[in-house]
């Protein structure tokens, strides 16, 4: 601390240079922090998928629905414990900007499959009398300021002409494990089922089944695409992980993405702060000579310009960060359900500022292990 005055009186010895530096910390630590919140939107489903779950979907795509008749074949295979389906339904509230996950479900054995999803009993029950019924995810209903009574009309015009659906709101989901999706909403595939086409009824979009054990997926895999080999609608069978990642993939190699701008990122910031450092003490050189002159040791030398390069990379990482903090949501509401919830985690602020502090390091060790080796003399000629 008693050398604060020095580093402080340093730091702010070219007030525009320093300005200009902590802004490129700040935009390259908001654009870090955004990068790491979209890599864990999309891996958020990997994450806490299911280790006892596995998606049944067709071989083709899915896009391609499979006979509902397989859920029966499905769950007779030994170490199936529960076997449900949905179907994708892709409506829009009110307006095409509006959008969000709907399925119609097996009421039946859902909560079987997915008992992370918690619904109270009572509008569950509600729910599964009313042929009508929805339920929608936590984060749905905050979004759109729906609550249980509520008519919610939802356009539809994959089935068919643009249809309006009516729904009565009957319950809200939560979830159990934390980051867990609570966008989706959900609809009665039996109403689903007696409204669409013909050439769309008594299909299932996805099987989902959960497993007595884990250690049964491998087999238990093979069985079910077995099955239904040389059929009109083979199958491919995989964990629900495998599926998440797979359908993350479907944007793009989102990690691939993020580690290549972060490395360009790392390195611009490196050489543009080392840069400002190594001008810094070229400026000072005569200043350090005679700081040596009366008695600062090399390694004092060292510490002044590595804790200016650190606390410039620390207050530009923190704006950087600060904004994000900020920002984020706004985003998050701008993009209307086009991405998975936007979360800036502790975790995330945490290895920002390890990433800015790694930075600011990097950045003036160069610099000061040259002010160190500096002799007073050579020094003192060159002013």
Do not use: C
Not at 74 to 93: M, N, Q, R, S
Not at 361 to 382: E, K, Q, T, Y
Request: no cysteine.
């Amino acid at each position: 601390m008693k050398f604060f005055q020095l580093i402080k009186a340093n730091l702010f010895r070219k007030k525009v240079r320093l300005l200009l530096t902590l802004g490129s910390f700040a935009v390259a630590l908001f654009l870090f922090a955004f990068l790491v919140v979209v890599k864990e939107a999309f891996s958020r489903g990997v994450d806490i998928a299911g280790a006892d779950r596995l998606v049944v979907v067709n071989r083709i795509g899915l896009i391609q629905v499979m006979p509902i008749s397989y859920r029966d074949k499905i769950a007779a295979i030994p170490g199936v414990k529960a076997v449900t389906h949905d179907h994708w339904f892709g409506g829009v509230y009110q307006d095409e900007k509006n959008f969000f996950p709907q399925f119609a479900i097996d009421v039946e054995n859902h909560r079987l499959v997915y008992p992370e999803f918690i619904v109270p009993d009572v509008q569950w029950k509600n729910f599964v009398k009313d042929q009508q019924g929805a339920i929608a995810g936590a984060q749905t209903a905050k979004r759109f300021g729906w609550k249980v009574g509520d008519r919610i009309p939802v356009k539809n015009s994959l089935y068919g002409p643009t249809k309006s659906w009516e729904f009565n709101l009957d319950g809200i989901y939560h979830t159990e494990k934390s980051g867990g999706d609570e966008s989706q909403f959900w609809l009665q595939w039996k109403y689903f089922d007696e409204n669409v086409p013909s050439v769309m009824k008594s299909t299932a979009g996805w099987y989902i089944l959960r497993l007595d054990s884990p250690d049964d997926a491998v087999r238990v895999a093979k069985t079910i695409d077995e099955t239904f080999a040389n059929s009109s609608s083979e199958t491919k069978t995989e964990t629900e992980s495998a599926f998440a990642a797979g359908f993350a993939k479907q944007f793009g190699n989102i990690e691939f993405l993020i580690l290549s701008i972060g490395s360009v990122v790392f390195f611009t910031l490196l050489l543009v702060t080392g840069n400002t450092m190594a001008i810094s003490v070229r400026e000072r050189t005569g200043e350090l000579a005679v700081l040596k002159a009366i008695g600062f040791k090399d390694r004092s030398v060292l510490f002044f310009v590595m804790a200016e390069s650190v606390a410039i990379a620390l207050v530009g990482g923190l704006l950087g960060l600060g904004l994000a903090i900020l920002a984020i949501p706004v985003v998050g509401t701008a993009l209307n359900g086009l991405l998975p919830n936007l979360i800036l985690s502790r975790s995330a602020l945490v290895v920002g500022i390890g990433f800015a502090l790694a930075v600011g390091a990097a950045s003036g060790l160069l610099p000061g292990i040259g002010a160190m080796r500096l002799r007073v003399v050579n020094a003192l000629r060159r002013v």
